[in-house]
């Protein structure tokens, strides 16, 4: 998911959006363990995914760029 697209969110969807990509990622670590993955740059991707949202969370709390909380 692009940055862009991140932002145009609102905090409803954005805590949504990590719950979903948290447990994805928990899924992806436990099947690494017992399995091979067919595609392991998806926990790379998710991480910084995860990263990225903290980030807009992060910046609409404390109203960094101009951000209004939504």
């Keep these: 998911m692009k940055t862009d697209e991140i932002r145009g969110k609102n905090d409803h969807e954005l805590n949504f959006e990590l719950d979903?990509?948290?447990?994805?990622?928990f899924?992806?670590?436990f099947k690494s363990k017992t399995q091979s993955l067919p595609n392991p740059q998806k926990i790379r991707s998710l991480r910084r995914?995860?990263?990225t949202i903290h980030t807009i969370v992060h910046e609409r709390k404390t109203g960094v760029r101009g951000?209004?909380?939504r």
């Design 20 to 25: 979903k990509a948290k447990a994805e990622l």
């Design 67 to 69: 951000q209004e909380p």
């Design 27 to 29: 899924d992806l670590r």
């Design 49 to 51: 995914e995860i990263a």
